[in-house]
T-cell receptor, first 109, second 116 residues
């Protein structure tokens, strides 16, 4: 089976840095993706880690350690518009995409 | 380049009925996946179509079925609707070819299905 775990909620202030962790258990795994979803909106792709290490895209960075079955999304210079739900997702055997339960980020002024 | 579109936006059905949801993939994308998202939860993978054939399926019963057409559009059909089928249904298109591109999925705005 495949499952991913994330904290349910994270709160931070504008300008701060926040890290959203994701741990996974899967019998087969092809990298970790991150998606952002605003209330009432569709998920949008943020990043993908196929290999161990850090991937940086602007204010967002994502990290993967396959030996630890662990990854995280790092958001820097937080803005109010970053308030949203963030999902980690992995692709397992059989082309199945498995999403985590999501972390709701609230950015306070 | 047009994005992913879905229709209808909202739909209300009664238990036992059948429903067809439609999705138009982003131009050039050969893969479409369908997801069910309950309120406050992550999207649950229903199935994926690649070049008009199902090539992956999540833990959903056979009454959930789909089609993908040569023009990149696709359908999700649900028979014998149950109350628990009430959810947001999302389709996502991607370009299968190399792993990175595959993992970048472009989601449509979703169809909100309510089963009474």
């Amino acid at each position: 089976g495949q499952s991913l775990e994330q904290p349910s909620e994270v709160t931070a202030v504008e300008g701060a840095i926040v890290q959203i962790n994701c741990t996974y258990q899967t019998s087969g795994f092809y990298g970790l993706s991150w998606y952002q979803q605003h209330d009432g909106g569709a998920p949008t792709f943020l990043s993908y880690n196929a290999l161990d290490g850090l991937e940086e895209t602007g204010r967002f960075s994502s990290f993967l350690s396959r030996s630890d079955s662990y990854g995280y999304l790092l958001l820097q210079e937080l803005q109010m518009k970053d308030s949203a739900s963030y999902f980690c997702a992995g692709r397992g055997y059989g082309q199945n995409f498995v999403f985590g339960p999501g972390t709701r980020l609230s950015v306070l002024p | 380049e047009t994005g992913v579109t879905q229709s209808p936006t909202h739909l209300i059905k009664t238990r036992g009925q059948q429903v067809t949801l439609r999705c138009s993939s982003q131009s050039g994308h050969n893969t479409v996946s369908w997801y069910q998202q309950a309120l406050g939860q992550g999207p649950q993978f229903i199935f994926q179509y690649y070049r008009e054939e199902e090539n992956g399926r999540g833990n959903f019963p056979p009454r959930f079925s789909g089609l993908q057409f040569p023009n990149y559009s696709s359908e999700l059909n649900v028979n014998a609707l149950e109350l628990d089928d009430s959810a947001l249904y999302l389709c996502a298109s991607s370009l299968e070819g190399w792993e990175g591109a595959y993992n970048e999925q472009f989601f449509g705005p979703g169809t909100r299905l309510t089963v009474l």
